[in-house]
Nanobody
Framework: QVQLVESGGGLVQAGGSLRLSCVAS????????MGWFRQVPGKERESVAV????????YYANSVKGRFTISRDNAKNTVILQMNSLIPEDTAIYYC???????????????????WGQGTQVTVSS
């Protein structure tokens, strides 16, 4: 059983930055591709940024390219989402997700992930 715990959300003004962290339990973090997803009430959850097992492959939603950066530290069982130049449209609950896999690739579809955190709220004011 893998548990994911997000932190770092909060309220920030447009143009500001936030750094989200996700810490995973267990001894096999390096065997999991990871991702960040977000959801607004009444809308479907969407992919934001994903990363492969080794951390050298990433993919970003067009809406966040150039502003967000995903990274991981396998020694600390942690995946990070650095969010810069935030805009009100970034307001959502952000979820960390993991997928146990034998392949060193990233995954972009919600249904492919095995584990989910509880979410952390990000609010961007104008």
């Amino acid at each position: 059983q893998v548990q994911l715990v997000e932190s770092g959300g909060g309220l920030v003004q447009a143009g500001g930055s936030l750094r989200l962290s996700c810490v995973a339990s267990g001894r096999t973090f390096g065997s999991n591709a990871m991702g960040w997803f977000r959801q607004v009430p009444g809308k479907e959850r969407e992919s934001v940024a994903v990363i492969n097992r080794s951390g050298d492959g990433t993919y970003y939603a067009n809406s966040v390219k150039g502003r967000f950066t995903i990274s991981r530290d396998n020694a600390k069982n942690t995946v990070i989402l650095q969010m810069n130049s935030l805009i009100p449209e970034d307001t959502a609950i952000y979820y960390c997700a993991g997928k146990t896999t034998i392949w060193d690739r990233y995954y972009i579809e919600e249904y492919e992930y095995n584990y989910w955190g509880q979410g952390t709220q990000v609010t961007v004011s104008s």
